[in-house]
């Protein structure tokens, strides 16, 4: 099977513009969940989409948003792009985002705004 | 503070020898995943411990989560430089209410000199 694939690698923004990410997650799985990585704050949680619905989101502002299509691909959206949105962008999935169910990460699209 | 705390934050051994990482939690761990990063890059799947007490391996890599269910360890036997990166834990600490979402602590940088 193939893994987590995530598009575009790496994007330079600017402030105040916004950006979308893709995910398409391992066949057959049908949760994606999102998470920002950086130096200072490390792995952090953004939000899961199951079925297409958010299910689960984590203590971000409003201008990160996701969504997720029939076929399970997702994608996040940030909007006002703000410098402290640098970071490295993840997604995972798994069989149904259940409990104790591990998590595939994909390879990340890091993100640099100037 | 951090809810899952990793130590230590970073570790240099030579090739060959042995080496031990820990994960404490502040919370029971409902599921403790342990994961490898190239710097950059996603996150690869090692073992995942559900029960207290519970041990796996994998080739030199033996992971280990304690019966309270509260620590676990990664153990590295004869170190190679391909075992160099970042470790980072990942757990459900949230008693399976939480879809798709782990928590992780703030890694360690494993360096293995030739």
Redo the contacts between chains.
């Keep these: 099977k193939a893994g987590v694939t995530q598009t575009p690698r790496y994007l330079i923004k600017t402030r105040g513009q916004q950006v979308t990410l893709s995910c398409s997650p391992i066949s057959g799985h049908r949760s994606v969940s999102w998470y920002q990585q950086t130096p200072g704050q490390g792995l952090q949680f953004l939000f899961e989409y199951f079925s297409e619905t958010q299910r689960n989101k984590g203590n971000f502002p409003g201008r990160f948003s996701g969504r997720q299509f029939s076929n399970s691909r997702s994608e996040m959206n940030v909007s006002t792009l703000e410098l402290g949105d640098s970071a490295l962008y993840l997604c995972a999935s798994s069989l149904l985002g259940g409990h104790q169910e591990t998590q595939y990460f994909g390879p990340g699209t890091r993100l640099l705004v100037l | 503070s951090q809810e899952l705390e990793q130590s230590p934050q970073s570790l240099i051994v030579q090739e060959g020898k042995n080496l031990t990482i820990n994960c404490t939690s502040s919370k029971t761990l ?2 403790l ?1 342990w ?1 490898k990063q190239k710097y ?6 090692l073992m ?1 411990l ?1 029960k207290g007490g519970e041990e796996k391996s994998h080739e030199k890599i033996t992971a280990k989560l304690d019966e309270k269910k509260q620590q676990s360890s990664l153990h590295i036997t004869a170190s190679q430089p391909s075992h160099a990166g970042i470790y ?1 834990c ?1 757990a ?1 600490i949230s008693r ?1 209410t ?10 360690t940088i494993l360096t293995v000199h030739p």
């Design positions: 409902y599921g995943y994961y950059g890059e996603g996150l690869i799947f995942m559900q980072l990942g459900d399976g939480s879809y798709g979402k782990l928590t992780f602590g703030q890694g």
